[in-house]
């Protein structure tokens, strides 16, 4: 288990907040233009929640801008035989259920905006392990090291490796991050994601 450091646990709260209360101001207007935007290219409502994983296993639903149609869950199953990654990974090139909208959303990272809600709230901070959607029941041993922190909005392995790894190695590269944190890295994280934002690299 990785020692609990609770400075940089104050340091980092502190952080999210400071960043939280910087930016809503600057944001509030255009989530206003997002929520706006989804309803008309699509029915159904412009948000929606997810049970995530965080913390020491709890859980708690995570906000985010709706990319897809209304009834995609549903047609998940029907989907499955495209999946490109391994379980518990679900990807579909050019996958359908995506709306016009959302794939914008998806590819500028806008489609998270609402987590600032659960950062705010102290769920999530802005970087760290991406929560995810399964619970802590379905993880090997050594993937629960990824639970000793806050999840993120952006963490290591979206910067290093973006997409391109299965579950196992994004795990390593969360644990690396969590043996290595500190105020720095976080800071030059968020950097780095910023310039992939701005180059429309997505999450």
Not at 8 to 16: M, S, T
Not at 38 to 48: E, N, Q, T, V, Y
Not at 76 to 99: C, E, G, S, V
């Amino acid at each position: 288990m990785t020692p609990r450091r609770p400075a940089y646990d104050a340091a980092k709260r502190f952080l999210d907040l400071f960043m939280c209360l910087v930016l809503a101001p600057i944001l509030v207007p255009l989530l206003a233009v997002i929520a706006l935007a989804i309803r008309l290219d699509s029915p159904g409502k412009a948000m929606f929640s997810q049970d995530r994983t965080g913390r020491d296993g709890h859980r708690f639903k995570l906000y985010k801008f709706r990319t897809m149609v209304i009834d995609a869950e549903e047609r998940k199953a029907d989907l499955a035989h495209l999946n490109i990654l391994a379980w518990p990974d679900f990807k579909i090139p050019d996958d359908p259920r995506i709306t016009r909208v959302g794939a914008f959303l998806r590819r500028t990272s806008l489609d998270e905006l609402p987590q600032l809600w659960n950062i705010f709230r102290g769920q999530m901070s802005f970087v760290g392990p991406r929560p995810t959607s399964f619970g802590a029941e379905t993880y090997d041993l050594w993937h629960t090291a990824r639970l000793e922190v806050k999840p993120g909005l952006t963490g290591l392995w979206q910067v290093e490796a973006r997409n391109d790894v299965d579950f196992d190695e994004r795990l390593r590269l969360d644990i690396e991050y969590i043996r290595s944190r500190s105020i720095g890295t976080d800071l030059r994280i968020l950097a780095a994601t910023a310039g992939s934002v701005l180059r429309s690299e997505g999450l």
